[in-house]
């Protein structure tokens, strides 16, 4: 008994250690450690996914590399699901997340942002012969979204009636789009054009109607005013300089709106 | 060590809990119950005195047994789709099971079925009892009495698994789980409530299968010992 007392102080003496240590200031302790841990969530189509020699890729990607070069730190690139995002940010496993995550105020009460450094249009698609137009159209039929996303949360909301099936990740929302299982998808607009490639011999999918434009942040943990000061600058600068653009622009295939960095 | 636990804000979606949960006791009964069927005619199979069977039951127990459940799962909920056939998830995630707790249950029920000593059969026939007679009361029920606690747990290990089919949108405990978590941002707190529900649902489970054996095995019931 004594023994496992003993051992119960060191352990939490140690644990208290721990977590002082973590308590420091992130952005020193990034330039200290030499490396910035990035956290992406792949599988989100011209944001992030694998290229064909299996490496990650897309403007997220692409941005997280810059912020590394630019901190002059290496990248350490954590890959993670969807659902993951917010957690990982708020346990500290990573320093910063950039991965399509949509700014809303209920994020805001668990994760810190940075100004917008990008958009996502999220859109409802269907095929031509059901007639949808607006969010009480969905009420009794089965959509598509992918779990813990704007999209989700804005379909729950909005389209009580509507039978919600919620998936893992993009990649598999737009297999079951792909393979026939759902017709009706919420999904961000650069996946269209994929999945109707894929769906031969199957009715196209077309844009129903657009649900909206979300602002994305960085986003980074609680009260890191320091790392979240040096990434307000760093992605106003390289919005203004159009680095920022021209990375959208190269993998979505549209324009950022100009006044992006100031919404 | 400065986390500021709140299970509060979990108690507003107790219902999902549940309903995941109830959802979860389903897939796994269900899967059970027609597996343990498949598990037992396989492992029949596979002493079949037709080298076809035998090969045909020894493949599919092969190919299920070597792979992993969320291939076996997006194969059938994917790829049947790609071919026309489409089914309901719940349909679509005890089918995947089924298939998989069937290989498992083959190849332990057989393990139980070849520690029948062959004198026991020789007794058996020697007092005149039909090869049906046989085969259920000689070899398949002693057999199956005796790697009882084998079955049991794999199909907990089975039940445990079902957390996989959220993958593709099966609403069982950690699909809504990721769904609370992601409304709540509350996951610490979400993953200790589902964690403590599936610990409580392997022990209903538990004592559902010891009920079961001692409905359906005498001498458990009588005497108190397993064989």
Redesign the interface.
């Known amino acids: 008994m004594k023994l496992l007392t003993k051992f119960g102080i060191a352990a939490s003496a140690a644990?208290?250690m721990l977590?002082s240590a973590a308590h420091a200031d992130s952005l020193e302790n990034i330039k200290k450690a030499g490396k910035v841990r990035i956290a992406v969530a792949m599988g989100i189509p011209q944001y992030s996914y694998v290229d064909e020699n299996l490496k990650p890729t897309g403007s997220d990607v692409e941005t997280a590399k810059l912020i590394a070069k630019d901190l002059g730190v290496d990248l350490d690139l954590i890959e993670i699901t969807n659902?993951a995002r917010?957690?990982t940010i708020?346990?500290g496993k990573a320093d910063i997340l950039v991965s399509a995550l949509g700014i809303t105020e209920?994020?805001k009460?668990?994760v810190d942002y940075t100004v917008p450094y990008a958009t996502l249009s999220i859109i409802v698609i269907a095929p031509k012969e059901i007639a949808i137009k607006n969010y009480a159209d969905l009420a009794g039929k089965r959509i598509?979204v992918t779990?813990?996303t704007t999209n989700?949360?804005d379909i729950t909301k909005n389209a009580p009636g509507a039978q919600i099936?919620?998936?893992?990740d993009d990649a598999?929302l737009i297999?079951?789009a792909?393979?026939?299982?759902l017709d009706i998808i919420s999904s961000q607009s650069a996946v269209l054009g994929g999945i109707n490639a894929k769906r031969a011999g199957k009715e196209p999918l077309e844009v129903k109607f657009t649900q909206a434009e979300t602002n994305l942040g960085i986003a980074l943990p609680k009260g890191e005013k320091p790392l979240q000061d040096w990434l307000n600058t760093w992605v106003k600068t390289n919005f203004d300089n159009g680095t920022l653009r021209e990375v959208f622009r190269k993998y979505q295939h549209r324009e950022l709106p100009d006044d992006l960095t100031s919404r | 060590m400065n986390y500021q636990f709140d299970f509060a804000a979990l108690l507003p979606y107790w219902r999902d809990f549940v309903a995941g949960a109830i959802t979860t006791i389903e897939m796994t009964v269900v899967a059970v119950a027609i597996g343990l069927v498949i598990g037992v005619l396989c492992a029949v199979a596979r002493r079949s005195a037709y080298a076809w069977l035998r090969l045909v039951v020894g493949i599919y127990i092969e190919i299920v047994r070597n792979t992993p459940f969320i291939v076996q799962i997006f194969f059938i909920f994917f790829g049947l789709s790609s071919i026309g056939i489409t089914m309901p998830v719940f349909f679509a995630a005890v089918f995947a099971m089924v298939i998989n707790v069937g290989a498992y249950t083959a190849e332990i029920v057989r393990a139980g079925m070849e520690a029948v000593h062959p004198s026991q059969i020789e007794a058996a026939e020697a007092l005149g009892l039909s090869r049906f007679q046989i085969y259920r009361e000689i070899i398949l029920m002693p057999a199956i009495e005796r790697v009882y606690p084998a079955l049991t747990s794999q199909f907990i290990l089975m039940m445990l698994s079902t957390s996989i089919t959220s993958q593709i949108s099966a609403e069982e405990l950690t699909g809504v789980a990721n769904n609370i978590q992601s409304y709540t941002f509350r996951s610490f707190e979400t993953y200790i409530v589902i964690a403590l529900l599936y610990l409580a649902i392997t022990y209903l489970l538990r004592a559902g299968f010891h009920l079961i054996a001692l409905g359906i095995f005498p001498r458990r019931r009588r005497l108190g010992t397993p064989l």
């Open positions: 644990l208290l977590a659902a917010v957690p708020q346990t209920e994020r009460k668990a598509g779990r813990a989700d949360m099936v919620r998936f893992e598999t297999t079951a792909v393979t026939g299982q």
